[in-house]
């Protein structure tokens, strides 16, 4: 329901800036969270059956093909982010790490999508479905990495032990 009215340039212009705040806004909050709220055994982030291991997001959307494209966020934070483009430090210190971050910023995606609802407050009613279709290309590819990702981690540590 549209509460607030202005002119089409205006509603035009402060789409951005309610994007770039709700972005910033999901990666913060999960910045600020404890690493006990994303442990990658959790049943919100562990590799389910019909994942095979990761391998689905492979074999569907091609993912290893260009998930070297996606942006890492962990560098965008450079005191509190996690690097994850290229992992060099395969320690099992450091591959736990990794599955936790992993977590965390298929969390961050998550939480960037749902606040599409925000734009029914200002803008006409088909352009919230503009953004819904707009946050889901942004944010899916980042959630199918991780969780693409994820499994190949398991994998690495499984033979550490």
């Not at 693409?148 to 550490?160: E, G, S």
Request: with cysteine; proline share 7%; hydrophobic share 45%.
């Amino acid at each position: 329901m549209r509460i607030l009215f202005l002119p089409d340039v205006w509603t035009f212009l402060l789409c951005f800036p309610v994007w770039a705040l709700l972005q910033t806004g999901a990666a913060l909050i999960c910045l600020h969270l404890p690493d006990r709220f994303f442990s990658p055994h959790s049943v919100l982030f562990r590799s389910h059956s019909f994942e095979k291991d990761g391998r689905i997001y492979d074999r569907i959307f091609r993912v290893s093909r260009w998930k070297h494209l996606l942006p890492d966020g962990g560098q965008v934070w450079k005191k509190r982010g996690f690097k994850k483009k290229n992992l060099d430090n395969f320690s099992e210190e450091n591959l736990n790490r990794f599955l936790i971050e992993s977590a965390r910023g298929e969390m961050s995606h998550w939480l960037a999508i749902f606040p599409f609802w925000v734009f029914w407050l200002f803008t006409p009613p088909m352009v919230p479905w503009i953004m819904l279709i707009y946050t889901l290309l942004v944010n899916f590819p980042c959630i199918i990495t991780q969780r693409y990702n994820r499994p190949r981690i398991h994998r690495l540590l499984d033979k550490h032990s």
